[in-house]
């Protein structure tokens, strides 16, 4: 099992639809999450962390489930701007190593 | 957050040959990192720059092929050596342990082309 694991999707939406990415984590420790958003031929740029109380951000939700092991990110209103690659991102405990998901695409059409 | 510059931001290069990419930042960081990104794939960590000693690196990537230096804590350098098309990939330089926390953060990267 790899250690986080996405759906690379893409999940194309229409514009104003709410999407939700789900990431699973197989290190029980893990103790930092991040969501990450990267645009075609650019660098990630952070977009979120994500606490155990979850975490607001305009149209951005990110919430942990650390029974489950997973986290979340939903999008409501999607924009076309929102088109991007989102990538989770996972520290474990102690460590400023993170271990990077492979990214979901989304794709935002009008 | 960290404000990085990686230079040169491309290259096009010929096989057997050396490049070195710097990576400034502009305030003093713990970790600074170098990944590769292949078209359309995951991020792969190269190495963790280590200031003062020898850089650690993961599994599949060694000093020869990927000499690392950091003599300081704003500033690294990642030497592709004796290239061959197989490298070519984008290389980007990324902080953490900032005052903000443990987030990462990268520089705009190298895009690097080897013929």
């Known amino acids: 099992r790899k250690e986080v694991e996405q759906d690379p999707g893409p999940f194309n939406v229409p514009e104003g639809a709410t999407v939700a990415f789900n990431c699973t984590y197989s290190n029980s420790a893990s103790q930092s999450f991040f969501w990450y958003r990267q645009d075609c031929r650019k660098e990630p740029k952070l977009l979120m962390s994500v606490y155990s109380s979850g975490n607001e951000d305009g149209r951005f939700t990110a919430q942990l489930n650390r029974a489950s092991q997973y986290i979340s990110l939903l999008i409501r209103d999607s924009k076309l701007s929102d088109s991007a690659t989102y990538l989770c991102v996972v520290n474990s405990g102690g460590s400023y190593i993170p271990t990077f998901g492979r990214g979901t695409s989304l794709i935002v059409h009008p | 957050s960290a404000v990085i510059s990686q230079k040169p931001s491309r290259d096009i290069c010929q096989r057997g040959t050396s490049l070195t990419i710097q990576c400034q930042v502009d305030?003093?960081?713990?970790?600074m990192f170098w990944y590769r990104q292949q078209p359309g794939q995951s991020l792969t960590l190269i190495a963790t720059a280590n200031q003062g000693s020898e850089a650690t690196y993961e599994s599949g990537f060694v000093i020869d092929k990927f000499p690392i230096s950091r003599p300081n804590l704003t500033f690294s350098t990642l030497t592709v050596s004796n290239m061959s098309p197989e490298d070519s990939s984008i290389y980007l330089c990324?902080?953490?342990?900032?005052?903000?926390?443990?987030?990462?953060?990268f520089g705009p990267g190298t895009r690097l082309t080897v013929t």
């Open positions: 305030s003093q960081v713990t970790m």
């Open positions: 990324s902080v953490g342990g900032t005052a903000e926390g443990n987030e990462q953060y």
